[in-house]
């Protein structure tokens, strides 16, 4: 019998959980799997996505209200050519970046999920609250 191996423990600082630094963020924005996210249920995942809005960055959950499939077609490709706002890659939904409203398209008046994070002082972005 295999066994599939089991991710890496998650990189901590604090009670907070390191994804990356700002500058592994591209202007399109970069997308995650987190694992071992909920405490009850060890072997579920969340993908989630950051978005660089200046010199702020926002995070949410990689799910589309829609249709709950996730948003992007290609990796790491979240935001829309103009760089402006969120774009499903499925049938075109727009969310704005600094609050996940959608804008445009078929769940216009409905959000994403938005999720805390912070920069620390030495550009790591933090997920959690
Ligand atoms: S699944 Fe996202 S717009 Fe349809």
């Keep these: 019998m295999t066994t599939a191996a089991e991710p890496e423990a998650p990189v901590m ?3 907070r959980r390191v994804l990356c630094h700002i ?3 591209g202007e399109a924005g970069k997308g995650f799997i987190l694992h ?4 009850d249920k060890p072997e579920a995942v969340m993908p989630v996505f950051l978005v660089p809005d200046g ?4 995070c949410y959950m990689n ?3 829609h249709q709950g499939i996730t948003l992007e077609m290609k990796p790491d490709t979240f935001l829309d050519v103009e ?3 969120i774009q499903c890659s499925t049938h075109g939904a727009k969310f704005r970046k600094d609050d ?5 398209g078929p769940c216009i008046g409905r959000s994403l999920t938005k999720l805390p994070v912070m920069i620390d002082d030495d550009g790591m972005v933090l997920f959690g609250a």
């Design 100 to 104: 996940g409203y959608c804008t445009k």
């Design 13 to 15: 600082r604090g009670n």
């Design 63 to 65: 799910m589309c209200p």
């Design 83 to 85: 760089r402006k706002l």
């Design 36 to 39: 071992r996210i909920f405490k």
């Design 23 to 25: 500058d592994e963020v």
């Design 55 to 58: 010199n702020d960055i926002h």
